[in-house]
């Protein structure tokens, strides 16, 4: 007995778009569903022409809709979303769970960024802006990658985290804070940038995880040569004018010092937990030390400390401490954090992050991967830090 056309369009609404992670239903991106003897026809409505994902979400129809009794082939129409579609989703994606409005966390003054006397408006408080993750009592945990210097592996340690999150089932967004030295886009292996939704950017999802960054509309040659104001507005476009949703995870790969993007996202995302990065050498540990106060100052949670490079394991199973050891616990020790996880010196870690590979993804049962896996245990087990905040109270 064929199935109803409620009942198909029950099956395809329940897909998960495969790049806004959310149900088609939900969306409005089922146009229209047919049945009939032994087939059904699903219309499908696309954002934008070269959606991204456009094959797999295909394919998913076809396995939901197919599994249904009675459905011996499924036919998919695949076209392109008019303006008015266009914008009811926008009004969509603004909706929080259960269709409530998004409510946004008002910033702190930003005269050192704008220039201003008075505090800007709050962030994300535009009509149709998806910033769920922003909202009071959103469960998404943002957490920044920090280091005193560069050289120490923090864009890797941030690449395979993210990795070993969504590994583990988490729902993971990869923000490139360093705007001055991009390099996620090519350790994670983009290898196409956000799609435009009108005015929205719609990150690219590699490895479950969700990126987005400076690298993606600059060339590799061309530098960089920014004043704060803009750096500041940068970050602004890439947190409020690009979609991602309520994720459990936001990870923000921050830029090396103490310098403007640590105090605007002090003032965007007062809810930020700072994850230092540091090398086992006690230079490296007084330097780190620094980004880590710099953060308390700013009243971002630190908790805890990661150290990379920590040892090589030679063909022999020794373990040699190229670049000394104790820096890592010596920093967390004087913090008063733990130290949450030790990286290996591997050589695969390097190759992973020239050619695209994470190490994550290459060797998932290789001993740096096995760390990455630990510290997504660790940090997973710490739980959100609690943090008090004037601009956070609940009125």
């Known amino acids: 007995m064929a199935p109803t056309d409620a009942e198909v369009l029950a099956a395809a609404a329940a897909v998960e ?7 088609l239903g939900e969306l409005g991106m089922v146009r229209s569903v047919r ?62 769970p259960g269709g409530a409005p998004v409510e946004t966390v008002p910033m702190a003054p930003a005269a050192h960024a704008h220039g201003a006397d008075g505090p800007p408006a709050p962030l994300g408080h535009e009509a149709g802006r998806p910033n769920r993750f922003m909202a009071p009592g959103s469960r998404t945990r943002v957490v920044g990658i920090s280091s005193g210097k560069g050289g120490v592996g923090k864009s890797s340690v941030t690449v395979n985290l993210a990795v070993a999150l969504a590994a583990r089932g988490y729902d993971v967004g990869l923000l490139d804070a360093d705007v001055y030295g991009f390099s996620v886009p090519k350790m994670l292996g983009v290898t196409q940038g956000p799609v435009a939704i009108d005015d929205l950017l719609v990150p690219p999802v590699v490895h479950g995880v969700r990126c987005l960054s400076m690298g993606f509309f600059v060339p590799d040659e061309q530098p960089v040569i920014w004043r704060g104001p803009m750096l500041h507005k940068a970050l602004e476009q890439f947190l409020v004018d690009s979609y991602w949703g309520e994720p459990d995870f936001l990870l923000i790969d921050m830029p090396p010092g103490t310098g403007d993007v640590t105090l605007s996202l002090g003032q965007y995302l007062p809810r930020t937990e700072i994850v230092v990065v540091t090398t086992p050498q006690a230079a490296a540990q007084r330097v780190a030390q620094r980004s880590a106060y710099a953060a308390k100052k700013l009243k971002l949670a630190v908790r805890g400390v990661v150290e990379n490079l920590s040892w090589f394991t030679g063909d022999d199973g020794t373990r040699y401490e190229l670049f000394g050891a104790g820096g890592g616990q010596a920093l967390a020790d004087d913090l008063e954090v733990p130290l949450l996880g030790q990286v290996p010196l591997v050589p695969a870690l390097r190759v992973g992050g020239d050619i695209g590979v994470p190490v994550r993804v290459a060797d998932p049962g290789g001993e740096a991967a096995q760390a990455f896996d630990a510290l997504a245990t660790r940090l997973e087990e710490l739980g959100p830090a609690r943090i008090y905040r004037r601009e956070l109270n609940v009125r």
């Open 17 to 23: 778009d495969p790049t806004l992670r959310r149900g």
């Open 35 to 96: 049945s009939g003897r032994r087939q059904a026809s699903v219309v499908v409505a696309l954002p934008v022409e070269r959606w991204p994902t456009a094959d797999e979400l295909v394919d998913l129809i076809v396995r939901s809709v197919g599994a249904l009794p009675g459905v011996g082939e499924v036919k998919v129409e695949v076209t392109t979303m008019t303006g008015e579609e266009r914008q009811e989703l926008h009004r969509r994606l603004a909706l929080g």
